[in-house]
Structures are given as structure tokens and as C-alpha cells.
């Protein structure tokens, strides 16, 4: 059975990037680790100025405005929502490529959560909670609480996805996350002009790059280029 479902456009949002973040952070401890040797190179004279150096370089990684806290606080429910349409798809879905694009999804975004739960924490900012899981399932997702962010779907969508099965819910899982990814990307561009922490510009690059790639791949499977 086919179905053939035009979602309602909302303002156009999510995937990839705990291994960037990671990378990130450890190319800023390799540099800190570079100007300690250099100094003890120079000679014990500049050992003090090459600490004094590093810690102004943690400072200044660690330094993040309110569109760093904006971007994850609107990105953790955003990832959420997709990890939940992605788990429907294992028993779901009838297209192999669906189940492996679902999959992938899945393993991106949910270490994303986890890292920018961490960063939320270390700025002693709110962490979004849902059905009081952040970081692993998300039973009873409130969805209406969200509808208004680029690309969310809201209670009624997700209901339908949930009933759908076979080819349908192919379709209908693909174009749902297309908008969801389109949501994502808007969210993430934002973030790359106006952010500031280092780690979270570095994870709307890769988001930016990755759903973009995505969203060619799914309008392939649903045959539209």
C-alpha cells in the first residue's frame, strides 16, 4: 500500500558530531601542549608566559555567548525527535536503505545529545528533559512543546508515523525527515554566524555538512532527483 502525504511546511531543522567536538578539543590540548614545549625549549625564562599563554587559550575555547547556549538547548529536542523517528523505522520501515539511513541517524545524533547535555551542564544552563530522559530513549515526548522549531514535527505527525508501515511509512518517514533535516540545517547555520564556542560552530558545520548530504540521499529514495 502507498500513501501519499503532504506534510505541512513549518519554518524550515538536525545530525552529526561528537567525534568533531572530540576532535576539536583535542586539537586545542595538542596546542596548549605545543606552546608548553616551546617555552621549555626557549629556556625556563618563558616557562611562566607559556602557562600564562595556555590558560588564556582554555579561557577563550571555553568562552561561549547566548546563541551557543540557544543552539544546543533547540538542538538537544530537535535530535530527540529524529532518534524517535528514527527507532520506528527498525520494525517499520520496508526499505533496507530507509532501515540503514535510520540507523545512521541514530548513532550520530544520539552522542550529539550527550555532548551538548555536557555543555549545557558546564554552564550551569538548563538541560532540555523529556519524559526525564536527555540521553538515551525519550518515551512520551511532548511535542507540542517544540512544534515551533524549524522542521519539528508536532503530536499529530508523529502519530501517524507511528501507524504507518510497509511502503507507506517509507514515504512518509523520508519526507517527514527531510523537512526535519531541513529544520536542522537552518538551526545550524544560524549557529556557525553567530556562535562563539568553538566546539559547538564546529558541530552546525558538520550538521550543515552531513544532513545536507542526507537530504539529497532521501529525496533520491523518494525518487525526486
Known amino acids: 500500500m502507498t500513501t501519499t502525504r503532504t506534510l505541512t511546511r513549518r519554518p524550515a531543522l538536525t545530525r552529526r558530531a561528537a567525534l568533531a ?32 599563554s595556555s590558560a588564556s ?95 519539528m514535527m508536532d503530536g499529530e505527525d508523529m502519530e501517524k508515523l507511528e501507524k504507518a508501515s510497509g511502503k507507506a511509512f517509507d514515504t512518509m518517514f523520508l519526507t517527514m525527515m527531510i523537512e526535519h533535516h531541513e529544520g536542522a540545517v537552518e538551526m545550524a547555520t544560524t549557529q556557525k554566524s553567530k556562535g562563539e564556542y568553538g566546539p559547538a560552530t564546529a558541530m552546525a558545520d558538520d550538521i550543515v555538512t552531513a544532513q545536507t548530504a542526507e537530504i539529497t540521499e532521501m529525496n533520491k529514495l523518494l525518487g525526486k532527483n
Open 57 to 151: 587559550a582554555d579561557a577563550t575555547a571555553g568562552a561561549h555567548n547566548a546563541q551557543d547556549v540557544a543552539f544546543a538547548q533547540g538542538m538537544i529536542p530537535h535530535h530527540q525527535q529524529a532518534l524517535e523517528m528514527a527507532r520506528l523505522a527498525a520494525d517499520r520501515a520496508s526499505s533496507p536503505q530507509v532501515v540503514d539511513l535510520a540507523s545512521r541517524i541514530e548513532k550520530a545524533q544520539d552522542p550529539e545529545i550527550r555532548t551538548m547535555s555536557g555543555w549545557l551542564k558546564a554552564w550551569g544552563e538548563d538541560v532540555p528533559a523529556s519524559g526525564g530522559a536527555t540521553e538515551s530513549s525519550m518515551p512520551g515526548m511532548d511535542h507540542s512543546a517544540h512544534s515551533g522549531m524549524p522542521g
Open 21 to 52: 567536538a572530540s576532535a576539536v578539543t583535542a586539537a586545542l590540548v595538542l596546542a596548549a601542549c605545543g606552546n608548553d614545549d616551546g617555552g621549555s625549549a626557549a629556556g625556563s625564562g618563558h616557562a611562566g608566559h607559556s602557562a600564562s
